[in-house]
């Protein structure tokens, strides 16, 4: 005899409660045992989420930092949450531990929108070493030295863009970091507007920026059978959303990608400049079984590299533009510094660097100043001890670079509290933008450089940082050496006064605000044609 609808029903609905029931106890006894890091008393079930201030939650996040320091614990529904606000502790655990500290948190939205294709959300296993290894060959310190010249090129076309067309420099920084990109992933020249392939990225980018919000992700991991639900069903949406963004991630993967395979049939110079067509050439000595394995963690190393530097790189040089605004001495010093060095009858290149330690601390400050990464987001894949603290495995681990807003494990909350680029015994005035705190009383560099924690920390640091590291120097030197930037003026030749906006989410930029850009008196276009011919 087969019980009663209700009585399925019952079961259907007692089921999950048991289940939760049961982890919690579990958890409750396990974390008795264990003496976890200081933090706020959690409520069975819901956690710390009830102590929170909802409509302003960063005084309950600050007030906490305040009390429980560098290393503090929260629950948050069913999430264990375990947040690092110094470099101190950030180091002995994701660097020194990082056989624990490597793994991603979970993200229910990821595999239905098409976004599992990007490495950096994959978990700490096989598939994500041969993908970190592929990336690794073409951009480790040495190696990613050979894009050099290619990034010095695009620095000088940025700028005939911004001389030609000042108003719409954010669209000029963003073609300076995807035409970087592009070149370096796979030998692809950009053309300066509405480039085909650009225009793949963006599209793939803007739906995808639905995939990271805590919203979503809470959504589909509370009730994953939306993904089922018939077409004409009320609650469909998002299954139809998913199947966008998976057509568009598909697209962004195999478009660039071919186009490498193309032309390298065509031209095998082309193989020794871009990570796909390195990798096809290594791809070709390997035996028939293991080649679709490598060719699919190359579609996604590839793919990962553009998501990678899209956001960040034009990010970078938006906080500098804010920064050369908003403290004309600053631009001024190091403007003074590269005509005494370089001179000015030609522009900076790489040999320059050493020279110019001022425009090397405007570069750290910048990246400390407006971290374009405000958080690094880690999971723990086994239970650790710290200090005499439990640390639980499974627990999502985040090092807060930054202070100022971020999303908890994307549990819908935003949490606000000292962070290491605003640690004011390191940094006095952490919100002033001030070079010199990088240099001595001589003038030389000193050993803090924010690309130390700006940039992650452990197995899962970013493996692009060399590579980033030279596309904002190019930038940063060349926009110097020709352009000057100061506060925009209306009709009546007044200032433009502005409140600068900041993107919130996992990357922080500002939004584009009121700005003049114009050439430096002496540049003409035979200095920067010159270059660009060379
Ligand atoms: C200024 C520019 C950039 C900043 C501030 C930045 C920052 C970061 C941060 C904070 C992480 C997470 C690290 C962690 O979890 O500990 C990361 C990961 C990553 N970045 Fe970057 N990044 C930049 C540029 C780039 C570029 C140009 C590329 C590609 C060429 C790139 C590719 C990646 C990849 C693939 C990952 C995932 C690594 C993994 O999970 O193993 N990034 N980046």
């Known amino acids: ?57 960063w005084l309950t996040y600050t007030k906490w930092a305040a009390a429980y320091g560098d290393l503090f614990f929260v629950r948050l529904l069913g999430q264990e949450v375990v947040v690092i606000n110094s470099q101190h502790v950030a180091k002995a655990l994701l660097d020194k531990r990082s056989r624990i500290y490597s793994d991603r948190p979970y993200i229910a939205t990821l595999e239905p929108f098409g976004w599992s294709v ?21 951009f480790h310190t040495n190696s990613a030295v050979k894009f050099r010249p290619m990034q010095i090129k ?65 959504l589909l991991k509370t009730f ?56 096809l050439q290594r791809m070709e000595k390997q035996d028939h079984t293991s080649r679709p394995l490598f060719e699919s963690a190359l579609k996604k190393a590839a793919t990962s590299a553009i998501v990678g530097s899209y956001e960040t790189g034009a990010s970078v040089l938006m906080a500098f533009a804010l920064a050369m605004v908003s403290y004309p001495d600053v631009q001024k010093r190091a403007q003074a510094e590269i005509d005494s060095v370089v001179g000015r009858d030609r522009l900076p290149t790489f040999e320059d660097r050493a020279s110019l330690p001022y425009i090397e601390s405007v570069l750290r400050e910048t990246l400390r100043w407006q971290p374009v990464a405000p958080i690094a987001l880690h999971a723990t894949s086994g239970d650790d001890i710290y200090d005499g603290y439990f640390i639980p495995k499974g627990a999502n681990v985040i090092c807060n670079i930054w202070s100022d807003t971020f999303c908890l494990g994307f549990e819908m909350l935003t ?86 906006e900041f993107t919130t989410g996992l ?9 003049s850009i114009s050439p430096r008196s002496h540049v003409h276009s035979g200095l920067v044609g010159a270059a660009l011919r060379m």
């Open 154 to 218: 695009r620095a000088h076309e940025m700028i005939v863009n911004l001389i030609d067309d000042p108003e719409h420099y954010h669209s000029h920084f963003v073609t300076f970091s995807s035409s970087v990109a592009m070149s370096a992933i796979y030998g692809y020249q950009t053309s300066p507007r509405d480039d085909p392939l650009v225009r793949i990225v963006e599209n793939a980018l803007a739906i995808g920026n639905l995939v990271v919000i805590p919203e979503r992700a809470i």
């Open 507 to 515: 990357f922080h930029s500002v939004t584009v605000f009121p700005c």
């Open 224 to 279: 994953p059978f939306l993904l089922k639900l018939p077409d004409w069903c009320w609650g469909s949406s998002i299954k139809r959303e998913a199947q966008a963004s998976t057509n568009l991630m598909t697209e962004m993967t195999e478009v660039p990608f071919r186009y490498t395979q193309q032309h390298m049939a065509e031209d095998l110079a082309l193989g020794q400049f871009s990570m796909v067509a390195e990798n």
């Open 415 to 500: 949490l606000y509290c000292r962070g290491i680029t605003r640690d004011e015994k390191r940094y006095p005035n952490a919100s002033v933008f001030m070079p010199e705190r990088f240099m001595d009383a001589d003038g030389a560099l000193t050993d803090d450089d924010p690309a130390e924690y700006c940039f992650g920390l452990g197995r899962r640091r970013c493996p692009g940082r060399y590579a980033a590291d030279a596309s904002a120097w190019s930038a940063i030197v060349t926009m110097l050496a020709t352009v000057e930037f100061s506060f925009a003026k209306n009709d009546q030749g007044k200032v433009i006064e502005f409140t600068p």
């Open 1 to 57: 005899m087969f019980p009663s609808v209700d009585a399925r029903l019952a079961v259907i609905a007692v089921l999950p409660a048991s289940l939760v029931f049961i982890t919690s106890l579990k958890r409750f006894i396990r974390n008795r045992q264990n003496k976890l890091p200081p933090g706020p008393v959690p409520l069975p079930l819901l956690g710390n989420v009830l102590s929170i201030d909802t409509k302003e939650p």
């Open 118 to 138: 990007i490495f950096g959300f994959t978990g700490y296993g096989d598939e994500w070493r041969l993908c970190r290894r592929l990336f690794h060959q073409t």
